[in-house]
């Protein structure tokens, strides 16, 4: 919880610096409760420039690959390893989606390395910060 409020005093600091990044504060609702997907996940997009980060209760800063769907929605993906109850680190695939005309959510996880049956899914809202 530290680290995300580390994190979110970071953004705050980028986000004077430069005028031409959003941040999507998003509550994102675990649909299988299974906890592979974090109650909270923060994004900084640089629309103009094609780039992203993320930070989640699972991970600190990271950088996220951004493309922009037909639907203008934006598409966010990112890679990270996590351990499970019994100590083996899975790694994730994950990608989310948000549409800037509602702040509207949708997270999907990927297992890379693992044949878990259910894959993580979530959905929630976003509070955005031009």
């Given at each position: 919880?530290?680290?995300l409020f580390l994190a979110l005093s970071i953004f705050?600091?980028?986000?004077?610096?430069?005028?031409?990044?959003?941040?999507?504060?998003?509550?994102?609702?675990?649909?299988?409760?299974?906890?592979?997907?974090a109650p909270r996940y923060i994004f900084v997009v640089?629309?103009?420039?094609?780039?992203?980060?993320?930070?989640?209760?699972?991970?600190?800063?990271?950088?996220?690959?951004?493309?922009?769907?037909?639907?203008?929605?934006?598409?966010?993906?990112?890679?990270?390893?996590?351990?499970?109850?019994?100590?083996?680190?899975?790694?994730?695939?994950?990608?989310?989606?948000?549409?800037?005309?509602?702040?509207?959510?949708?997270?999907?996880?990927?297992?890379?390395?693992?044949?878990?049956?259910?894959?993580?899914?979530?959905?929630?809202?976003?509070?955005?910060?031009?």
């Open positions: 919880m530290k680290q705050a600091f980028a986000q004077a610096a430069n005028a031409e990044t959003t941040t999507f504060d998003c509550a994102v609702r675990d649909r299988d409760g299974s906890g592979w997907i640089d629309k103009e420039n094609g780039a992203a980060q993320t930070v989640s209760g699972h991970n600190d800063v990271l950088p996220a690959v951004f493309k922009i769907d037909r639907k203008n929605r934006y598409s966010l993906s990112w890679q990270i390893e996590l351990k499970e109850i019994s100590g083996k680190t899975v790694r994730i695939n994950y990608n989310a989606r948000i549409d800037p005309s509602n702040d509207k959510i949708k997270l999907r996880g990927n297992w890379v390395n693992a044949n878990f049956v259910n894959k993580p899914y979530g959905v929630g809202t976003c509070s955005v910060q031009r």
